[in-house]
């Protein structure tokens, strides 16, 4: 699909750098001596890696749906397309080419 691999790549940048983040406050908490402040962001980063995950599947689900759609539309398009033609021959008007 097209614009997919922007969009992996994207959202891979974006986990890594969520990490780091966390990882870097979670560091500076514990040497600062707040374990309890290390602990909650090192939780807060395992949900938030859960909910990227999960809208991560969302995004390939409808993106799928999505081209699904395009491609259902473009069939439909085409034999409106072709049926229009042999209507027009049919009726015998003038310009619809015979072929």
Same mark, same amino acid.
């Given at each position: 699909?097209?614009?997919?691999?922007? @969009?992996?790549?994207?959202?891979?940048?974006? +986990?890594? @750098?969520?990490?780091?983040?966390?990882?870097?406050?979670?560091?500076?908490?514990?040497?600062?001596?707040?374990?309890? +402040?290390?602990?909650? +962001?090192?939780?807060?980063?395992?949900?938030?890696?859960?909910?990227?995950? %999960?809208? !991560?599947?969302?995004?390939?689900?409808?993106?799928?749906?999505?081209?699904? *759609?395009?491609?259902?539309?473009?069939?439909?398009?085409?034999?409106? *397309?072709? %049926?229009? %033609?042999?209507?027009?021959?049919? +009726?015998? !008007?003038?310009?619809?080419?015979?072929?």
């Amino acid at each position: 699909m097209s614009g997919s691999q922007d @969009i992996a790549g994207l959202q891979g940048r974006c +986990l890594a @750098i969520a990490e780091d983040a966390v990882a870097s406050l979670a560091a500076m908490a514990g040497s600062a001596g707040h374990p309890g +402040l290390a602990s909650a +962001l090192s939780g807060a980063a395992e949900r938030g890696n859960g909910a990227f995950a %999960g809208m !991560w599947a969302a995004y390939g689900h409808a993106s799928q749906s999505l081209a699904a *759609t395009a491609a259902n539309y473009d069939g439909a398009e085409q034999a409106n *397309t072709a %049926g229009s %033609g042999e209507l027009l021959r049919f +009726l015998g !008007w003038p310009g619809a080419s015979q072929g």
